[in-house]
C-alpha cells in the first residue's frame, strides 16, 4: 500500500513559479498512476493533473495546460508538479493522491478512484 506526502507550497506572484513534491513510501509505487488536485476555499476539490503508473500518460485539466507539468521518478518514489505562469485563481490547497487500482491502463481525473490521499499543501498567488 502506498502512502503520499505533499512539499513545496507557498507564497508566490502572479506570473511565477512553484514546484510541488509528492513522496510516496511503499514498494508498489510504481505500479500506482498518480493524481493532483486542488481545492479552493468553499469549492469542491478539482482534477489537477494525472499520471499514469508507466509515466506514459499524462492528463491535465484545461485550465492548466501548457502552465503545469506532472513528472515521476520511480526510483525516488516521487511525483512532481512544475507550476509556471501561476495566476491567482490557482490558488489553494493541492493535494497529492495514488489511484486505488494497481496498473490502471487509463488515467482517471475523478477522485473517487484515488484510494490515498495526502494532507495537502497550499498554493497562494498574489495579484
Known amino acids: 500500500q502506498v502512502q503520499v506526502a505533499e512539499s513545496g507550497g507557498g507564497l508566490v506572484q502572479a506570473g511565477g513559479s512553484l514546484r510541488l513534491s509528492c513522496a510516496a513510501s511503499g514498494r508498489a509505487f510504481s505500479s500506482y498512476g498518480m493524481g493532483w488536485f486542488r481545492q479552493a476555499p468553499g469549492k469542491e476539490r478539482e482534477f489537477v493533473a494525472c499520471i499514469s503508473w508507466s509515466g506514459a500518460t499524462t492528463d491535465y485539466e484545461d485550465s492548466v495546460k501548457g502552465r503545469f507539468t506532472i513528472s515521476r521518478d520511480n526510483a525516488k518514489n516521487e511525483v512532481t508538479l512544475q507550476m509556471d505562469s501561476l495566476k491567482p485563481e490557482d490558488t489553494a490547497v493541492y493535494f497529492c493522491?495514488?489511484?486505488?487500482?494497481?496498473?490502471?491502463?487509463?488515467?482517471?481525473?475523478?477522485?473517487?478512484?484515488?484510494?490515498?490521499w495526502g494532507q495537502g499543501t497550499q498554493v497562494t498567488v498574489s495579484s
Open positions: 493522491a495514488a489511484d486505488s487500482l494497481q496498473f490502471r491502463v487509463v488515467t482517471m481525473r475523478a477522485p473517487r478512484f484515488y484510494g490515498t
